[in-house]
């Protein structure tokens, strides 16, 4: 009896349906497609969805529908979007919901980051560390023989008369 109740509901949902069944979504909404006349005497179709559990086509909420459906639905695509496409395109989301996670995290600790580096800029430089980089113990200059010449203090003499590239060679 159960097979007979469901043929004859299908028949019935067939005859009372407003047009032709082209698909549904994983909601349960179901779409149809008619062609009707304009008031030119034009045929034109009829694109109309019948929500999940209410069969008024006025119970409908295009802004909760999926895009592929939505765009169909106002006439931006040709064609009903096929359960292959809306399988592939549903990975899609789910991969770029991903990486977007991943690049949130990672901008979430490079925040991080810049606030400690911002925070340590603040504070003040450890003296003591400085000292010891540099050769100061306890604040005092260095030991460092102020009469000895340096290599590095000689003047530099001449009029540039004589410069020919390539020939200095230093330290010879």
Do not use: C
Request: glycine share 6%; net charge positive; no cysteine.
């Amino acid at each position: 009896m159960s097979s007979f109740r469901k043929m004859l509901l299908g028949v019935v949902e067939r005859f009372m349906a407003p047009g032709r069944l082209v698909g549904k979504d994983n909601f349960g909404n179901k779409f149809y497609s008619s062609l009707e006349k304009n008031h030119q005497g034009e045929a034109i179709e009829k694109r109309i969805m019948v929500a999940a559990g209410s069969n008024d086509p006025a119970d409908v909420d295009l802004t909760k529908l999926a895009v592929e459906w939505n765009s169909w639905m106002v006439n931006r695509r040709k064609d009903p979007p096929t359960p292959e496409e809306m399988e592939r395109l549903a990975f899609q989301r789910f991969e770029m919901a991903r990486k977007v996670a991943v690049l949130a995290e990672e901008d979430a600790k490079r925040r991080v980051r810049s606030r400690a580096l911002k925070a340590n800029e603040a504070a003040a430089p450890d003296m003591a560390l400085l000292h010891s980089q540099v050769g100061l113990e306890s604040g005092r200059a260095p030991n460092r023989d102020v009469n000895k010449k340096s290599d590095v203090d000689e003047e530099a003499s001449g009029q540039g008369n004589s410069f020919q590239p390539g020939v200095w060679q230093p330290g010879k």
